[in-house]
């Protein structure tokens, strides 16, 4: 990781020391510039802004936009997703961003989550019971990490018990593709149309008290007393879609992320299992050390930018990348440590500005719940494999373990 934004355009690095040591990587790249070219994901030129006042600058600069339309042409390409998952707030500036966002964020106030968290212990514990009843070892992954935001968000949105193993599936098929067999994205893609399409059809026929229902009401008014505030097919299908696949990809990584940092950390683990009125405060902090999104999502400059110096040219593709920003030294001293009694105000692992995530007070109630239950039933939880042994996914957008052996 040489090379820096001075090198010019027709260098741009590779991205593999990203992927397989991901703060090394971005500790060297800090050093070396505040701004750099790499070879993005989708293998076109992109530029990685690594330094937390500039990547916390340009999350809320309204010059760099997430509708695809100001892409230079020829330049970005992300997932080949249909019109109708695609046109989803990860997409959308204001006005659209404003309309949508309004629309849904009453889901997520911080009462209305407040009210899932009996409900969120529940699907817990009863995870719980069933790696207990099996008896160790199990896959925490699989087992608990996994099935409990699914289980969450699905039940917020109404989805049938029948249809949730599936959905897993196909999200994890998006998380990270295979190279060698891209037919199985594609197919994965077509799947995902077809379920949320029928889901929608299912729900407009029967309506029940969920939060998808509530949205289907919304698009299918006619007597335009919301001012304007209206969804098209399309968009609801693809909020649908966000809803489901943030709400699960996030959150299973957050938890995921979390134990394996308190099975490096023991004296913290047995801090927070005595009192673990203190997790709140820890969840900020696994946030920052170990966030389960690497890098925000990718924009594109309306006009020529300035970045750390650098000047970077309208419509090419601007990664922000997170989880450099939130090791950074200028901002968090000893950034590479695990210390949950530093000061966290400003950290970037949930972004910053209009984009901010929308699940957030969801997400902190869904580590907290599921890390509290979990340190209460297993006392004696340790790894069971060698630590050298567990794998990360080779993803730039997701951190996350593919999988995670633990005893107890």
């Known amino acids: 990781?040489?090379?820096?934004?001075?090198?010019?355009?027709?260098?741009?690095?590779?991205?593999?020391?990203?992927?397989?040591?991901?703060?090394?990587?971005?500790?060297?790249?800090?050093?070396?510039?505040?701004v750099h070219r790499i070879t993005g994901a989708d293998g076109n030129p992109a530029w990685l802004v690594t330094r937390y006042e500039d990547v916390r600058s340009?999350?809320?600069?309204?010059?760099?936009?997430?509708?695809?339309?100001?892409?230079?042409?020829?330049?970005?390409?992300?997932?080949?997703?249909?019109?109708?998952?695609?046109?989803?707030?990860?997409?959308?500036d204001p006005p659209d961003h404003t309309r949508i966002r309004r629309?849904?964020?009453?889901?997520?106030?911080?009462?209305?989550?407040e009210a899932l968290r009996e409900p969120v212990?529940?699907?817990?514990?009863?995870?719980?019971?069933?790696?207990?009843?099996r008896g160790g070892p199990a896959d925490l992954i699989a087992d608990y990490a996994g099935p409990l935001p699914i289980t969450v968000i699905c039940d917020l949105l109404g989805v049938p018990q029948r249809d949730r193993r599936d959905f897993r599936a196909w999200t994890d098929r998006l998380i990270t593709p295979d190279p060698a067999r891209p037919e199985l994205m594609k197919q994965a893609i077509g799947a995902m149309l077809e379920f949320y399409t029928g889901l929608?059809?299912?729900?407009?026929?029967?309506?029940?008290?969920?939060?998808?229902?509530d949205l289907i009401a919304v698009r299918d008014e006619t007597d335009g007393g919301r001012g304007g505030d209206r969804l098209t097919?399309?968009?609801?299908?693809?909020?649908?879609?966000?809803?489901?696949?943030?709400?699960?990809?996030?959150?299973?990584?957050?938890?995921?992320?979390?134990?394996?940092?308190?099975?490096?950390?023991?004296?913290?683990?047995?801090?927070?299992?005595?009192?673990?009125?203190?997790?709140?405060?820890?969840?900020?902090?696994?946030?920052?050390?170990?966030?389960?999104?690497?890098?925000a999502i990718r924009r594109f400059p309306k006009e020529d930018v300035e970045i750390g110096g650098v000047r970077i040219p309208a419509g090419e593709s601007?990664?922000?990348?997170?989880?450099?920003?939130?090791?950074?030294?200028?901002?968090?001293?000893?950034?590479?440590?695990?210390?949950?009694?530093?000061?966290?105000?400003?950290?970037?692992?949930?972004?910053?500005?209009?984009?901010?995530?929308?699940?957030?007070p969801l997400a902190r109630l869904e580590a907290v719940t599921a890390l509290e239950a979990l340190l209460a039933r297993f006392p004696g939880l340790r790894?069971?494999?060698?630590?050298?042994?567990?794998?990360?996914?080779?993803?730039?957008?997701?951190r996350g373990l593919i999988s995670l052996p633990v005893a107890w």
């Open 103 to 113: 629309l849904v964020v009453k889901a997520f106030t911080p009462g209305r989550v």
């Open 233 to 295: 097919e399309d968009e609801l299908t693809s909020l649908a879609f966000l809803i489901l696949f943030g709400g699960y990809e996030n959150t299973v990584h957050l938890i995921g992320n979390a134990v394996l940092t308190l099975l490096d950390h023991p004296e913290q683990l047995r801090m927070l299992r005595r009192d673990p009125a203190e997790l709140p405060a820890a969840v900020e902090e696994f946030l920052r050390y170990d966030g389960p999104a690497p890098l």
């Open 1 to 34: 990781m040489q090379k820096s934004a001075e090198t010019g355009p027709d260098a741009p690095l590779d991205i593999t020391p990203l992927l397989d040591d991901p703060y090394a990587a971005y500790a060297a790249l800090r050093e070396a510039g505040p």
């Open 121 to 133: 212990r529940r699907v817990a514990e009863g995870l719980l019971d069933a790696m207990e009843e």
């Open 318 to 360: 601007v990664l922000l990348a997170i989880a450099s920003a939130n090791r950074d030294a200028a901002r968090f001293p000893d950034a590479d440590a695990f210390d949950r009694g530093r000061d966290l105000s400003g950290h970037l692992a949930l972004g910053h500005g209009i984009h901010y995530c929308l699940g957030a």
């Open 200 to 213: 929608i059809a299912a729900k407009r026929a029967e309506p029940g008290d969920d939060l998808l229902s």
């Open 58 to 92: 340009a999350l809320a600069d309204p010059r760099l936009s997430l509708d695809k339309r100001h892409a230079a042409p020829g330049g970005f390409r992300g997932f080949a997703l249909p019109p109708a998952l695609d046109a989803n707030l990860l997409n959308m």
């Open 383 to 398: 790894l069971d494999v060698p630590r050298g042994d567990l794998r990360h996914r080779r993803a730039l957008r997701a």
